[in-house]
């Protein structure tokens, strides 16, 4: 089982914040540091000073980690235009040494749209770009040295693009997709995922959305079992059930209800639920979504007391 800390700035954190996440990240031997990709907070929490681009975060970490895969949970199709998005990405995979995976989504959260004067078209319109923008971007990437890329779509044209510059990791990084959609979602994933992301979701939805992931690669003529199987779960643990509920109290959330919608608990009972989590659903990696990111203790018992466990 592999382990990623994946981060929320939008509630509230500066660069140097999650520049020392990220450190601690490496330095506890976790797999990677992932953050999400949006520009408002949620809930009740003030999320100041403000948010922090994604992108430009992970440019600083780059050159600031060593060894962390680094990353988004998931990138707004509807925040950057596939072209300058596929130079940007790929810079950032040099500049890292080969350590980039792209994760991309159709982009969900309306009021950030609103907020900062992003077009917000209806869920139909934000898939087809989604969906044209994983074949722009995969498409530039992929384009051998000296040839050119063209692209005719509906919301999207290139001519003769030059396709420069190449991601450090060849043919390219690997792509991450994820959500809950019963149709396009799995068809989509087949198509270009290294990686399906279940987020949030308990092992019956999860499951029945990797069985449907699975039917998708069948039906094009691919293996599933290509396809990494991942979930994000919120993450709270403690020595004694006196520390969990220390943690979750900094949460602003109960005990029991992280138990029953996240990873919670000591650690042996962690580790019991990562157990039922692999047995049910096959998952091979785990995005702890840690929320507090002044506390990291927290990142170090798990990577001493779970971790090794599992």
């Known amino acids: 089982m592999e382990f990623r800390i994946f981060t929320e700035p ?25 953050r999400s990709d949006h ?11 403000g948010p922090t681009d994604a992108w430009t975060t992970l440019a600083g970490l780059a050159v600031q980690t060593s060894r962390v895969r680094l990353g988004t949970l998931m990138t707004a199709a509807t925040f950057r235009l596939p072209g300058p998005l596929a130079i940007t990405v790929a ?34 319109d934000r898939f087809d770009i989604y ?35 190449k991601p450090a990791q060849r043919p390219r ?40 992931v699975d039917a998708a690669c069948r039906a094009i003529g691919r293996d599933p079992a290509g396809m990494v199987r991942s979930i994000a779960q919120v993450v709270c643990v403690g020595w004694d059930d006196a520390q969990v509920t220390r943690r979750a109290a900094a949460l602003g959330r109960s005990v029991e209800e992280l138990k029953r919608n996240g990873l919670a608990g000591t650690p042996a009972e962690v580790v019991d639920r990562i157990g ?27 990577a001493a007391e779970v971790a090794p466990q599992l």
């Open 10 to 34: 939008q509630q509230g954190a500066t660069y140097s914040d999650l520049l020392k996440v990220a450190k601690a990240t490496e330095d506890a031997g976790y797999d990677g540091f992932f």
């Open 39 to 49: 520009y408002v907070k949620m809930g009740s929490v003030e999320g100041l000073p």
């Open 91 to 124: 810079q950032v995979d040099q500049m890292s040494g080969g350590r980039v995976e792209f994760g991309i989504g159709s982009g969900w959260y309306d009021t950030e749209h609103t907020a900062y004067g992003i077009p917000f078209p209806a869920l139909g």
């Open 131 to 165: 969906t044209e923008q994983l074949e722009v971007i995969t498409g530039l990437w992929t384009t051998p040295l000296h040839e050119t890329f063209s692209y005719e779509g509906k919301h999207y044209r290139l001519t003769d693009s030059p396709a420069l510059p």
């Open 173 to 212: 990084p690997p792509v991450i997709i994820g959500g809950r959609g019963a149709k396009r979602t799995p068809a989509l994933a087949a198509r270009f995922a290294d990686e399906f992301n279940v987020a949030f979701s308990d092992t019956t939805v999860a499951g029945e959305q990797f069985e449907r």
């Open 276 to 302: 039922q989590w692999r047995e049910q659903t096959g998952v091979s990696r785990i995005y702890l979504q840690v929320l507090d990111l002044h506390d990291l203790d927290h990142l170090e018992l798990i």
